[in-house]
């Protein structure tokens, strides 16, 4: 894919290497302390000498960053700073073709937020690990995507490129256009009878999230920024990740009846259709007969 390796998206946050925190890390805590240690004549000291901390600790952090162009993440295990940034890329030129998507039917996008962290980090959906994958939370409105999951999809599923990167940040940004269009909301009422299975209403939301991201990729292609093979990628992505694939690589069966996100090849067919029609209208996996 042809992308802008400058390029910087305001909507990244980047929580790796904070824990599972979200952010608070020591500062966080010690801050939290201050309330009560102001109470008291000694508190207020010990306070004062936190706080002298915490600033010291701010200003040399940031110097040595600035020095060493260290991002606070610890080396192999947060993904390079190529991938940060191709993330930011597409995150951001996503985010520009839905706005552009909405205008045009009259109505405003609300931009998401990309959380980049490690293994774990606090969410308003609740703790969120990184060994579940990326995941979209409609009520913060924030993506979350640990960076080492690529080097799985590549080592695990044999979906390697970075157009089957793209195909990720895509996928979880459909669901935030899910989110905004009122789709989500109508499924949460759904998916208590209606959580698992090969018809299921999670089915159709994750296939319609593909569908999505096959419209980032039209787009794509519409302004040239697509290179040979790239199409390919995201549909060996869509595929590896499809319930089949993955039930058959963890417990070497498959089970229909415990599907959440579609067969392998659902996923690359609906990827591929909001690919070819670069249409919402096309999408539309809740009125369809088949899946």
């Known amino acids: 894919m042809r992308w802008d390796e400058g390029h910087e998206s305001p909507d990244v946050i980047d929580r790796r290497g904070q824990g599972a925190g979200g952010g608070g890390g020591l500062g966080g805590g010690l801050l939290a302390l201050l309330p009560f240690l102001m109470r008291s004549r000694g508190g207020r000291i010990i306070a004062l000498l936190l706080l002298g901390f915490l600033v010291l600790s701010s200003l040399f952090g940031g110097l040595r960053r600035s020095l060493t162009g260290e991002t606070g993440a610890h080396p192999g295990t ?42 774990a980090t606090n969410t308003a959906c609740g703790y969120g690990q990184a060994a579940t994958g990326p995941f979209y939370c409609p009520v913060d409105e924030r ?4 960076l080492g999951f690529y080097d799985e999809l ?9 157009f089957a990167q ?6 979880e940004l459909g669901h935030h256009v899910q989110n905004q269009l009122g789709i ?10 209606d959580q698992t299975g090969a018809e299921s209403a999670s089915v159709r939301l994750e296939l319609q999230a593909d569908c ?25 992505a869509a595929s590896a990740v499809g319930d089949d694939r993955i039930q058959r690589k963890s417990s070497g069966r ?38």
């Not at 951001?92 to 937020?113: E, S």
């Not at 590549?154 to 970075?162: C, I, L, P, S, Y």
């Not at 793209?166 to 996928?171: D, I, K, L």
């Not at 999505?212 to 549909?235: K, M």
């Open 166 to 171: 793209a195909y990720v940040v895509a996928h």
């Open 143 to 146: 993506v979350y995507i640990d």
């Open 212 to 236: 999505f991201a096959g419209i980032w990729a039209h787009s794509t292609e519409q302004r040239q920024l697509l290179e040979r093979g790239d199409i390919d990628e995201a549909i060996g």
């Open 254 to 291: 498959v089970n229909p009846e415990t599907f959440t996100h579609g067969t392998a090849e659902q996923r690359a067919r609906w990827f591929k259709r909001g690919y070819d029609s670069g249409q919402v209208g096309a999408c539309d996996t809740f009125g369809s007969d088949v899946l």
């Open 78 to 119: 947060q993904g390079t700073d190529e991938q940060m940034h191709f993330v930011s890329f597409v995150l951001d030129d996503a985010q520009n073709t839905w706005r552009d998507i909405f205008a045009r039917n009259g109505a405003t996008y609300r931009n998401a937020k990309l959380v980049l962290f490690t293994d």
């Open 154 to 162: 590549a080592r695990r599923f044999g979906a390697k490129g970075d």
């Open 184 to 193: 989500t909301k109508r499924v949460e009422g759904l998916r208590r009878a």
